[in-house]
């Protein structure tokens, strides 16, 4: 009789998790489907604050000004190979042993800023308050020459067999998956229900078929990790290979923004076009996307960018743009409807760019404002 009420109480157990995870993926979903259909497309803004430091209160007015323009999120990009952004105790970045200058946390040893948890909290809740989701980036497997050299510091155990490059994982290696998932573990609390969480993915190595499923089982495992904890992964179109594009989880969604890594030699462009999916075979595949077509929607933080004939320049462009526009080499191209639900513009900036992070918010405000109206446009 024990035995009986064990076994049968195994498939009302399975019925009962596959029923949570078809409400879990209903809920999540929800309000994105529902603004698509009353509003129109999302829109949001991809922020690099890894290579430029940007104080909470600046971070602030570029979520005033996505919120002015009826933009819905904010891609904090805190980590690449220049700077790991942001507060972590796993990595012994913490406000405990970092020195204070003028008001930023800077780590001694990379003399390097970065936010707080807290500040990072501070602004996920102003930003709840202007309707636009804030979430952050940690950059993985790819732009990781920062994180590796802080694992280095603490002398991470068996390190060198888990990197194929200086600033970049193998993530076929044992290790890597567990790795990442302790670093992001400390930052799950801090995020509402259904947050995204940006898991970077982009320009990475993939040499050959092992390497695409490899990767392809490295994002599953986040992904399942990250829906543990209730909330949405979001990665890079680079890691999404046209041999593996039906295997990956429904849930994850994916940031497009080339077939080609905008390479410029004609045979690199080749080789990654065909391995890599294309933005309507990730929908067919039965992913979403967000269009963050390079060629249209990036913005390019130097001196020799933004300036009045760069933003006449953007504009021009931008005339010609709609969110379905996904091939940065061929603009007749134009995503499928339903799976496609938006797009983000981007603002990039490299080392010694020559502007602060307040110069460039003030700098970037009239290009932000140009991206918006014209995808507002479609709504």
Do not use: C
């Not at 940007?54 to 602030?60: A, E, F, L, W």
């Not at 039965?286 to 020799?304: C, E, H, P, R, S």
């Amino acid at each position: 009789m024990k035995r009986w009420i064990k076994i049968s109480i195994i498939p009302v157990i399975l019925v009962l998790l596959l029923i949570f995870g078809i409400v879990w993926r209903i809920d999540q979903n929800s309000e994105e489907n529902d603004h698509v259909k009353n509003y129109g497309i999302i829109t949001g803004l991809n922020l690099d604050a890894a290579r430029t430091y940007y104080n909470p209160q600046t971070i602030k007015k570029f979520i005033d000004t996505v919120s002015e323009n009826k933009g819905r999120y904010l891609m904090l990009h805190l980590t690449d190979d220049e700077n790991f952004g942001i507060e972590n105790e796993f990595l012994g970045q913490t406000l405990k042993n970092a020195k204070v200058v003028n008001g930023e946390y800077i780590n001694k040893k990379t003399n390097r800023p970065f936010l707080s948890k807290a500040q990072l909290k501070e602004l996920i809740d102003y930003g709840k308050k202007k309707h636009v989701s804030v979430y952050p980036e940690i950059e993985f497997p790819g732009h990781s020459k920062a994180l590796i050299d802080l694992l280095r510091a603490k002398k991470y155990p068996h390190l060198n067999s888990m990197l194929s490059f200086s600033n970049e994982f193998d993530f076929g290696a044992d290790g890597v998956a567990t790795l990442y998932k302790k670093i992001i573990a400390e930052y799950m609390p801090i995020l509402p229900k259904n947050s995204y969480f940006g898991t970077g993915g982009d320009e990475i190595s993939v040499d050959g078929h092992d390497d695409q499923v490899s990767i392809r089982q490295l994002d599953n495992s986040i992904n399942r990790y990250l829906r543990s904890h209730g909330k949405r992964m979001m990665v890079w179109n680079d890691s999404i290979m046209k041999s593996q594009v039906n295997k990956y989880d429904k849930s994850i969604v994916v940031n497009y923004w080339s077939q080609s890594a905008a390479r410029t030699d004609p045979s690199d462009r080749k080789s990654l076009m065909a391995i890599q999916a294309s933005l309507p075979e990730i929908n067919r595949a039965g992913l979403k996307t967000f269009n963050d077509n390079q060629a249209m929607t990036y913005i390019v933080a130097d001196k020799g960018s933004l300036d009045k004939d760069g933003l006449n320049d953007f504009k021009k462009q931008l005339s010609g743009f709609n969110s379905g526009m996904w091939d940065d080499l061929d603009s007749t191209q134009q995503a499928p409807n339903g799976n496609n639900i938006g797009s983000f513009v981007s603002i990039w900036s490299d080392d010694g760019n020559g502007y602060s992070g307040t110069q460039i918010e003030k700098k970037t405000r009239p290009w932000l404002v140009a991206y918006f109206n014209r995808v507002n446009e479609f709504n």
